[in-house]
């Protein structure tokens, strides 16, 4: 006969399952989840109109200009200078390598606002070289191409972190082989290399591109916050948060959460893609 009951085993595994689950999804709601929601709330609270017409606000279409456009050059910069940071300190063995594989990515230990105060005592007025070209007319600091190199020096590591384990993994032998068929250093990078990073490239592009899109404290250190100047759309919100505005500091926050959202979701489905399997 028959025993008609589950085994206990299997009915103690979906118990458990449901409960770690359950346990997930009781500590992620407020603290990532109803968060989120709150911002598209308050966005949204006074309609559609009301949402618009913050957007299209002059002070609020410089900070999101300026916040893509800062975004776009930082990208554009640290894919070169991190691809070539990364080929260094992969494919070459010299004194100091170690030390100054600590030192690139020291921005992500290290609080973005010490990083922009760094900025300000070497590129300001009485910084280390600022004190000498300042008066020859170079003024990054408290300007537009300050805010650059505050983002660029912030999210250098997460370029470098992207594209140096793939040249670490890559096999010596495709090298060698494009050497011994004449090939030099630059055309073997161009023909070889370049075309397996393209993954690490697009993966750090968009991380980059994210990162300095909400990028604070370096910011804020760098620019000096001024309006219609160097205000960028994080800076829009903690001044307008400070004035009070919250509808009009979430509507512009929104605007951010969905464009990161967008860039995150779109990096994962590209990472998550199965590879192509070769002929």
């Given amino acids: 006969m028959r025993d008609s009951h589950p085994p206990v085993e299997p009915r103690r595994r979906t118990i458990a399952h449901r409960l770690t689950i359950g346990l997930l999804w009781t500590v992620l709601t407020p603290l990532l989840i109803l968060p989120i929601v709150a911002i598209f709330v308050f966005a949204g609270r006074g309609g559609w109109t009301s949402f618009w017409s913050t957007i299209l606000l002059p002070e609020a279409q410089f900070a999101l200009r300026l916040s893509l456009w800062i975004a776009l050059w930082t990208s554009l910069a640290n894919a070169v200078l991190g691809t070539f940071t990364a080929y260094v300190l992969s494919k070459h063995r010299f004194v100091g390598r170690g030390p100054l594989s600590i030192l690139v990515n ?3 230990a290290i609080p973005t606002v010490v990083m922009g105060t760094s900025l300000i005592l070497l590129w300001g007025p009485i910084g280390l070289l600022g004190r000498y070209l300042v008066p020859l007319g170079f003024r990054p ?9 505050a983002h660029v020096l912030v999210t250098f590591p997460y370029m470098l972190g992207a594209v140096k384990p793939v040249l670490d993994e890559l096999e010596i032998t495709y090298e060698e082989a494009a050497y011994t068929m004449g090939a030099g250093r630059f055309s073997t990078f161009l023909h070889v290399m370049l075309p397996a990073l393209k993954g690490g490239l697009f993966s750090g592009t968009l991380l ?3 990162h300095s899109l909400g990028e604070f404290g370096a910011t804020a250190m760098v620019s000096g916050n001024l309006r219609m100047k160097t205000q960028t759309a994080p800076l829009f919100i903690f001044a307008q948060f400070e004035a009070g505005q919250i509808e009009t500091a979430n509507a512009v926050a929104a605007v951010l959460a969905v464009l990161s959202f967008s860039i995150f979701l779109f990096l994962l489905r590209f990472t998550s893609r199965p590879a192509r399997e070769g002929p």
């Fill in 106 to 108: 020291l921005p992500v």
């Fill in 141 to 149: 600091i408290f300007a537009p191409f300050g805010v650059f190199l």
């Fill in 208 to 210: 980059t591109f994210a």
